[in-house]
Structures are given as structure tokens and as C-alpha cells.
């Protein structure tokens, strides 16, 4: 039994849902890669992919992100907390941290702009899908 071409009781919720849309924040171009294709094995979602705080606080000002996967620490003139928070401000977006040296991190300082978690380089592809599926459920 099909009903416009779907079989009935198929999850038409997926089709009506918009992609959730995930800005990504990484200066190593490589890394940002590899974190949206670990993420696209769990969904399919829209991605933005910047190197800068900067750029970050420029694009989550034109568009409201569901996730931010953030690094903390990125070339430019201000770092990914910093970033974080100005987004935080006007943005309800889930935020995780991404860092390769969590120790010489002030844990004070990460928790002003409230981050749903603080991941550890080299990330584990499993956390990492975990996570997003925990955010998103």
C-alpha cells in the first residue's frame, strides 16, 4: 500500500523537517573535513565550515545554527571562547568545545558561553555521532 509513493507508516517527519544546520569552526581546513564527514555518517545535515572567530560570529549573525562545534583555540583576532560567547549571545545553538590541550584551558572561562560539551582532540568518531544524536533528539 503506497501513498504518494512512500510506503505507508514510512517517517514522512523527515521529509517535512528542515536539515538542522551545523556551523563548524576550525582553522585546519583537513579537521573541519573530516569532523562534517563523521557527523553526515549519523544525518543528513546542513554545514558551514569557517577558520576564524571571526567568520563565525559573522555567519551565526545571518543564520541560526542548530550546533556550533567549536575550536577553541583559532588563528585570527579572537579565539573560540570569545567567539562562543559573542554567538551565544544572540543564539540559542547547541555549542561544543573542540580542543587539542583541555589542561592549559581555564574551565571558568569555557563555561560562560554554557557549552553542551568540550571534546578532546583527536576526537573519537563514536563521541562524536553519540553527541550529535544527543543533541538532536
Known sequence: NKMNGL???SNLKAMDMPNKKILIVEDEYITALDLKIQITMEGDYDFDIVGTGEEAVKKAQNKE???VLMDI????????IEAAQKIKEKSDAALVYVSGNLDLLDPEKLERAEPVEVLKKPISELELRN???KIFS
Request: proline share 6%; hydrophobic share 35%; no cysteine.
Open 7 to 9: 510506503p505507508l507508516g
Open 131 to 133: 553527541l550529535v544524536k
Open 73 to 80: 583555540k583559532l588563528k585570527g583576532k579572537i579565539d573560540g
Open 65 to 67: 545554527y542548530d550546533l
